[in-house]
């Protein structure tokens, strides 16, 4: 594992959605590589916290619980992480149930999508690989690429997964206001995820940011493992001409993914408040002030 770059990782992912380290091998990776504060941000689950939050503490590192929400905005799939949530907070459990419900559905409709295209047993198998974990694109896309339809992950979303394609299929998931309150009820706070994946114009992030802020939103994700440079400062920028505090994470899935680690996120642009700054985010070997 390469070493962080960073000893903050607020975005990650674990076995509990499409990550490939089981909670606490993820924890330990993450220490390994010097990171000091993580959160694990699952899609639509905190399964995998409990795991998570033994681990941190045998190893003494900060556990931040988190969770990454899928949202349908403008008829597009957006995603909003909640950091330092209470995972049991009740309008949590209620939106959580919400988008598990979702994705269950989904499932059924890309597994009939697949076996359109000659593609059988998705679904179980799929399941079987997201073993009770949440069932995501990602274990679809392993599915095709281990019964030797596709040569890798990035093939299987451009040919069947990704938008447009034969086996994609349109999500209703929450809305945005529902997203940002459900995780202030649960005490944490919202942060817009990798804002440059959603193929926006300026303009239509822009509309992003204020519809965002305007339902309580506080941070932009504005260094991720896959913003360049040239993001990292146009992010920036638009943090702080919302007023928004800067967040980063790698959005680590596993060590398939050799050009991303734990804690290799670049630093946030000079000017930008890190969300880190707040409650809830202080190295456990940094003596309270
Ligand atoms: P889902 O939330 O089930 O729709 O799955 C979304 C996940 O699929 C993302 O979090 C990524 O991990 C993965 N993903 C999306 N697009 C791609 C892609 N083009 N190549 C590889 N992985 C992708
Ligand atoms: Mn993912
Ligand atoms: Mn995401
Ligand atoms: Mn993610």
Same mark, same amino acid.
């Given at each position: 594992?390469?070493?962080?770059?960073?000893?903050?990782?607020?975005?990650?992912?674990?076995?509990?959605? %499409?990550?490939?380290? $089981?909670?606490?091998?993820?924890?330990?990776?993450?220490?390994?590589?010097?990171?000091?504060?993580?959160?694990?941000?699952?899609? %639509?689950?905190?399964?995998?916290? %409990?795991? $998570?939050?033994?681990?941190?503490?045998?190893?003494?590192?900060? #556990?931040?619980?988190?969770?990454?929400?899928?949202?349908?905005?403008?008829?597009?799939?957006?995603?909003?992480?909640?950091?330092?949530?209470?995972?049991?907070?009740?309008?949590?459990?209620?939106?959580? $149930?919400?988008?598990?419900?979702?994705?269950?559905?989904?499932?059924?409709?890309?597994?009939?999508?697949?076996?359109?295209?000659?593609?059988?047993?998705?679904?179980?198998?799929?399941?079987?690989?997201?073993?009770?974990?949440?069932?995501?694109?990602?274990?679809?896309?392993?599915?095709?690429?281990?019964?030797?339809?596709?040569?890798?992950?990035?093939?299987?979303?451009?040919?069947?997964?990704?938008?447009?394609?034969?086996?994609?299929?349109?999500?209703?998931?929450?809305?945005?206001?529902?997203? &940002?309150?459900?995780?202030? $009820?649960?005490?944490?706070?919202?942060? #817009?995820?990798?804002?440059?994946?959603?193929?926006?114009?300026?303009?239509?992030?822009?509309?992003?940011?204020?519809?965002?802020?305007?339902?309580?939103? &506080?941070?932009?994700?504005?260094?991720?493992?896959?913003?360049?440079?040239? %993001?990292?400062?146009? #992010?920036?920028?638009?943090?702080?001409?919302?007023?928004?505090?800067?967040?980063?994470?790698?959005?680590?899935?596993?060590?398939?993914?050799?050009?991303?680690?734990?804690?290799?996120?670049?630093?946030?642009?000079?000017?930008?408040?890190?969300?880190?700054?707040?409650?809830?985010?202080?190295?456990?070997?940094?003596?309270?002030?």
């Amino acid at each position: 594992m390469k070493p962080a770059t960073c000893h903050i990782d607020l975005h990650s992912h674990s076995t509990a959605s %499409d990550g490939r380290l $089981a909670p606490a091998a993820l924890v330990q990776a993450a220490s390994a590589a010097g990171v000091r504060v993580l959160a694990l941000t699952d899609h %639509d689950t905190v399964g995998g916290l %409990d795991e $998570a939050d033994a681990a941190a503490r045998a190893c003494g590192l900060r #556990l931040v619980p988190g969770v990454e929400l899928s949202v349908t905005w403008n008829k597009r799939t957006i995603h909003v992480l909640g950091l330092a949530i209470d995972p049991a907070a009740a309008a949590l459990q209620a939106a959580l $149930a919400r988008l598990q419900a979702c994705r269950t559905e989904r499932a059924e409709r890309i597994a009939a999508k697949l076996e359109k295209r000659g593609v059988g047993g998705a679904l179980a198998y799929a399941a079987t690989l997201a073993d009770g974990g949440q069932l995501t694109r990602t274990h679809f896309a392993r599915v095709l690429v281990y019964e030797g339809y596709c040569r890798d992950v990035a093939q299987a979303f451009k040919q069947y997964l990704a938008q447009g394609r034969s086996a994609h299929v349109a999500s209703e998931w929450i809305d945005l206001e529902t997203a &940002v309150a459900a995780i202030r $009820a649960a005490g944490g706070y919202a942060v #817009l995820a990798h804002p440059m994946k959603y193929r926006l114009r300026r303009s239509g992030r822009e509309q992003l940011y204020q519809a965002f802020a305007a339902a309580g939103g &506080v941070a932009v994700e504005v260094c991720c493992g896959n913003t360049t440079p040239q %993001d990292v400062r146009t #992010l920036g920028q638009e943090a702080r001409a919302h007023g928004l505090y800067g967040s980063a994470g790698s959005d680590f899935h596993g060590p398939e993914q050799h050009w991303l680690g734990l804690g290799r996120v670049a630093p946030l642009p000079e000017g930008v408040t890190p969300l880190w700054t707040q409650p809830g985010f202080a190295d456990p070997g940094t003596p309270a002030a």
